[in-house]
């Protein structure tokens, strides 16, 4: 493992490193944003419209997908030609705009993913997607400093969660606290009237 290709070992390593934590990445980030995409459409009160999407005939999925994708190219070519132009707000808008395609395949893969699966093409592509994926997160698994990064992450939300805990205890303790004092100064002005009368 210390002597991948030589003396470029370590330029190598790195390389494979960063792009296993870039597939990761971005499916976390695929399935997070397309179970948000999920729960907005549920909020806004669109299941409607998403029963309607699951009930669409297969041959009308190619399209969405081509255009979504075709989407996806568009704002590619939008985004360096706003960099070119010196619009640099602009083109970076049109850089988040494109990764919000992402969460939008994921969306549509968990709408007829399964529906997909019975044509010769898609689940060959699934099933290399799927041995790519358990090939980098098995090497990532057993690496060192993924388990580092994995007792970091432990500690980091253990003390988050004992933080949370004592700011909520504080957070109580000041709710009876004002609680009491607003018993006394209802008191306080019971009294007065009283006195008054």
């Given at each position: 493992?210390?002597?991948w ?12 490193i ?8 971005l ?13 907005a ?6 299941t ?10 297969l ?20 985004q360096w ?15 988040l ?22 044509y ?15 090939l ?13 990064a ?15 805990a004592?700011?909520?205890r504080?957070?109580?303790?000041l709710?009876?606290?004002l609680h009491r ?8 002005r ?8």
């Amino acid at each position: 493992m210390h002597n991948w290709f030589g003396r470029r070992g370590k330029f190598v390593r790195g390389t494979i490193i960063a792009f296993a934590l870039l597939l990761i990445l971005l499916e976390w980030m695929a399935r997070l944003l397309g179970g948000a995409v999920h729960w907005a459409i549920k909020q806004l009160g669109f299941t409607h419209f998403e029963e309607w999407m699951r009930g669409l005939p297969l041959w009308c999925v190619g399209p969405i997908v081509l255009a979504v994708v075709a989407g996806y190219f568009f704002l590619e070519m939008v985004q360096w030609a706003l960099f070119g132009m010196h619009y640099y707000v602009l083109g970076a808008l049109a850089h988040l705009l494109k990764w919000m395609i992402f969460p939008v395949m994921s969306y549509l893969w968990n709408l007829y993913g399964e529906r997909l699966l019975i044509y010769r093409p898609v689940r060959w592509m699934y099933g290399l997607y799927m041995y790519l994926h358990v090939l980098i997160f098995d090497w990532v698994h057993r690496q060192e400093w993924y388990h580092k990064a994995m007792e970091l992450k432990d500690r980091t939300v253990a003390a988050s969660r004992e933080r949370i805990a004592y700011l909520h205890r504080k957070l109580v303790q000041l709710a009876r606290v004002l609680h009491r004092r607003r018993s006394l100064f209802a008191r306080a002005r019971r009294l007065n009237r009283a006195r008054h009368r």
